[in-house]
């Protein structure tokens, strides 16, 4: 375990584990115990949760959010966490979040901002099993697409939310490629805490999550370009105007981010799994992994961390370029940056656009990119990069057999089976691929995969009947399928 990153994440946690306080004797959440601290080991500034940051002003690099783990009750065990999941009655115990808030104790508990969120599900699936080439009972997805808005972003949004209310924003922004931007939207509608404004690529956006932010009553800018365009204009309006950013550069969403890993193993009776695959966009959502799972471990409540595999669209892959064909790695937080901003400049001056089917992932300057490489590193983690058609016969399949999902999350499941294929995933290994969106959020890609024409693309299509408005033709249609 590198030891800048232990020192900068829990600055009081030592070899000897695990420090924590003596449940009895410590309120449960304290703000005070909480801070922001740059991610960069040559700066290590620290600064307070009340100030609104979402990169180190000395230095630029991303923030974490920090704890002095001694002065957290965290529980001794990760189930007293599950306890609380039936008191229905008391939403920050319903809550799939808050309910591990003493992992995240950066909010007194009447700060918190919930809507219920987290109430997703882990599916052992047979059927994507056999598809991926895993031995019985050993793939599981985790259903994200089951929060209030449809996607995994609720379990950010309701930190930065909390957050935003610490900080006693009224506006709140984001640039999303269209999942974010439902999100921030439905807690400002909810909650009337703070007037959302989202900023989205012109174009890109499914008419799903278009509808969402629209009918949630966002502020709704779309910016000509795409989404790597509409973040740095919104970074700088965020910056420019003190507006409250809610783009995974804020640390607050991050951190109830890695909630979904906790549910993952509650799920798992607190067993970790071998492996953790999930779709990389902006890199959020691996990043947080990765500091859950440290956390966990530094805290001795997981005897062993899952390795993680970060699936990137083909189409949209500066992370797989960056570690597999650059070799950059955290290199105990010191990543050659420069190389990175040569790749960024490369990718400018020939002017690589990111372009694939799945909208969400269509990203190409990860804002997370650096803290990825952290979670990497902790979880002795790898990138593939996967083709649209992989990504949609993915999505197929989880469709065939269970609830579906929008089609950046299929790539998690090409990857599984990529991975399969090459060897780096053995059969018998447990594996929980994430499923980040709803099926309904892009009903466009799902209906344009089955009945597309197009010879070798439609694999797993489900192609739809026409038939004349005859009963004798219908019955003789309906015969055939018996
Ligand atoms: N899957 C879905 C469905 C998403 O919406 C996103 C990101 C990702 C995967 C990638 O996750 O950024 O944590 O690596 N969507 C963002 C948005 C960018 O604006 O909705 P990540």
């Not at 969402?212 to 790597?228: E, M, N, P, R, S």
């Not at 105007?241 to 890993?261: A, D, H, W």
């Not at 990119?369 to 949609?392: N, W």
């Not at 089976?417 to 980040?436: H, Q």
Request: hydrophobic share 40%; aromatic share 8%.
């Amino acid at each position: 375990m590198p030891t800048d990153l232990c020192n900068r994440l829990q600055q009081t946690i030592g070899d000897l584990l695990p420090i924590r306080a003596k449940k009895e004797s410590m309120p449960a959440v304290t703000e005070e115990i909480a801070f922001q601290v740059c991610l960069s080991p040559d700066c290590g500034a620290t600064f307070g949760i009340d100030e609104i940051l979402t990169g180190c002003p000395n230095c630029g690099s991303l923030l974490d959010a920090g704890y002095e783990w001694d002065r957290v009750a965290v529980p001794f065990s990760l189930s007293e966490f599950e306890s609380r999941c039936g008191q229905r009655s008391r939403p920050i115990d319903f809550s799939g979040v808050w309910r591990f808030r003493e992992l995240l104790p950066f909010a007194h508990d009447e700060q918190i901002v919930t809507i219920g969120e987290g109430q997703t599900i882990l599916q052992q699936a047979e059927s994507v099993a056999k598809y991926v080439g895993m031995d019985t009972g050993n793939l599981f997805l985790q259903y994200e697409g089951f929060n209030p808005s449809g996607s995994f972003k609720d379990n950010g949004m309701t930190a930065a939310s909390t957050h935003a209310r610490i900080v006693g924003a009224k506006m709140t922004a984001c640039a999303s490629t269209g999942n974010t931007s439902a999100s921030l939207a439905i807690y400002g509608g909810i909650t009337g805490l703070f007037q959302a404004v989202v900023f989205v690529g012109s174009g890109k956006i499914a008419y799903g999550k278009l509808s969402q932010a629209l009918d949630y009553g966002a502020k709704t800018v779309q910016i000509q370009g795409d989404f790597d365009d509409a973040l740095i204009a919104v970074r700088e309006i965020c910056n420019r105007e003190n507006i409250y950013l809610c783009n995974s550069v804020n640390p607050f969403r991050l951190e109830g981010q890695k909630t979904i890993m906790y549910r993952v193993l509650e799920s798992l009776s607190w067993e970790p799994p071998d492996w953790i695959v999930v779709p990389g966009g902006n890199l959020g959502n691996s990043s947080a992994f990765g500091k859950a799972f440290l956390e966990l471990k530094q805290l001795g409540l997981i005897d062993r961390i899952p390795r993680l595999a970060v699936i990137n669209a083909a189409g949209a892959n500066t992370l797989y370029e960056i570690v597999n064909s650059e070799g950059i790695h955290w290199n105990d937080g010191r990543p050659q940056h420069s190389h990175i901003e040569e790749y960024m400049t490369q990718m400018d001056a020939e002017n690589r656009r990111a372009e694939t089917i799945a909208s969400a992932i269509e990203i190409n300057r990860p804002v997370n990119l650096t803290k990825c490489l952290r979670a990497l590193s902790i979880c002795d983690g790898i990138v593939r990069e996967v083709s649209d058609e992989e990504i949609l016969h993915g999505k197929a399949q989880v469709g065939a057999g269970g609830f579906g999902c929008e089609p950046a999350s299929g790539a998690s499941v090409a990857g599984a089976k990529r991975l399969r294929e090459e060897g780096m995933i053995a059969p018998s290994d447990r594996v929980v691929c994430i499923l980040t969106g709803h099926q309904l959020k892009d009903p466009n890609a799902t209906v344009g995969y089955h009945t597309n024409n197009d010879e070798g693309s439609q694999e797993f299509a489900n192609q739809p009947y026409v038939v004349e408005n005859d009963i004798e033709k219908i019955l003789e249609l309906l015969s055939s399928f018996q």
